[in-house]
């Protein structure tokens, strides 16, 4: 290696290349290599080279100073890498060889013995697990803060009137604190898929080797202790053919940015003009070349743009693996430039929705004021009428009617006259109009999970639990 991190040219030789009298063509090496997507696992192979060396000493397979070695050669590594005075060579095939030919440079032969039990096939599942364990918690970590930001947002708005749609049509009144607590929840079920494929991703896959494990008298189990895996896998070839961990993955990216997507089509909607629920912050908004009177909320349409690039990597996985003869094909290689395509996707789209909600201003006087057309209430004239004992049906019916009487006469429901309400149905009283307001039908929700204050500060509670609970 020269005093740049460069390999030579006689470590830099491919793992493989001793079937080979000839080398392949350069174009050959350019299009077969993988460095430039897998280069982030680099301390994900350190970590498991460490573990694997410990192991191998453990069981005699080498001895303890060479292992000293090993793990002191790599500790180098390591430490050049993250201070950047060791760069990673792009002519090299992979990764894994890019850091055994480093230290075999550096300690000599015992470099050669690092991948002594060991194949690619399962290196590389191994890394990939301990990639994703190690920053899969990160993306839940950010998942925590927009559901604080947004249960902080709706502490504030638990009295803040606003319709409920169905078919974008005007349905029933809710609050925005309401409606805030519904796109928190979808996160936290976003937050919990990402819990449940780690557990299952938490077995290490090394001693599995190409195949069909080792002849050598591997410790699988002390190796997975060593890097606090739960246990191994159970299947020498299953452990090297399959990547279900990074497609159960892809899939949560999926979703969660499916979530994201929704959220922002609506943020998109109340900063209409005809809306005007929302002001994003000019930080959060572009203008436009043309015309100087326009705020356009760019950012949310670029998170809903990009989620087809999410369901892209996840069709491409899914894709990859569908006719797979077991075990290992090549073919497997391009699992990751998908995977983590689609999480620093996911991951840019949280931090920049998180920051774009939390710097908005709510227009709560035009929320309010978007209650009081498309007859909200009808449904609480039914539910008026049944606790005065006639069936769900004929109640329907009878707002329905009176409803057809509003349009007719261009008024709202609370504006009809009472012989008006009572030519619909003997059963309603003066006491309707009090009850018909869109405050009274929101506080009336009082079902777990409803728009009711009190239930709304209930869930905000329970979120913040959530939080609390994910920050520790």
Known sequence: MNKHGTITADNHAALWHGRFEKGPDAAAVAFETSIHADERMALDDICGSKAHAHMLAETGIIKQSE?????????????????????????????????????????????????????????????????????????????????????????????????????????????????????????????????????RLSLSPVGACALAGSGLPLDRKREAD?????????????????????????????????????????????????????????????????????????????????????????????????????????????????????FDTVSSCLSVFTQ???????????????????????TDIADYLVRKGMPFRTAHGVSAKAVRIAIEKECRLEDLPIADFKSCSELIEDDIYRLITPAACVASRTTEGGPAPERVKEQIAQLREFVSDGEN
């Not at 390591?78 to 300690?107: C, P, Q």
């Not at 708005?157 to 409606?179: K, R, S």
């Not at 949560?252 to 209409?272: D, G, K, M, P, Y």
């Open 226 to 342: 060593f890097l606090g895996f739960s246990g191994v896998t159970q299947n020498s070839l299953d452990s090297v053919s399959d990547r279900d961990y990074c497609i159960e993955l892809a899939s949560a990216f999926a979703l969660l940015q499916t979530h994201l997507s929704r959220c922002c089509e609506e943020i998109v909607l109340w900063s209409t003009s005809e809306f005007s629920f929302i002001d994003l912050s000019e930080q959060w908004s572009t203008g436009s070349s043309i015309m100087p009177q326009k705020k356009n909320p760019d950012f949310a349409e670029l998170i809903r743009g990009r989620t087809g690039r999410v369901y892209g990597d996840l069709f491409a996985l899914l894709t990859m693996m569908k006719g797979l003869p077991l075990a290992y094909d090549r073919d497997m290689q391009e699992d990751k430039e998908s995977l983590f395509d689609g």
């Open 356 to 378: 774009m909600i939390a710097t908005a201003k709510w227009n709560t006087r035009k929320m309010a004021s978007a209650c009081e057309s498309g007859f909200l209430n009808a």
């Open 67 to 199: 292992a000293e070695q090993i793990i002191t050669g790599l500790d180098s590594i390591e430490k050049d890498l993250m201070s950047g005075s060791l760069s990673v060579d792009y002519s090299a095939e992979d990764i894994h060889s890019f850091i055994e030919a480093v230290l075999t440079d550096r300690i000599g032969e015992a470099g050669k013995k690092v991948h002594t039990g060991r194949s690619r096939n399962d290196q590389v599942a191994l890394d990939e697990r301990l990639y994703l364990r190690r920053t899969v918690p990160e993306l839940q970590k950010k998942i925590v803060n927009l559901v604080k930001t947004l249960a902080d947002i709706a502490d504030e708005h638990t009295d803040t009137l606003m319709p409920g749609f169905t078919h974008m049509q005007h349905a029933q009144p809710v609050t925005l604190a309401h409606h805030l607590c519904a796109w928190a929840w979808m996160f936290t079920r976003d937050h919990g898929r990402f819990g449940d494929a780690l557990k």
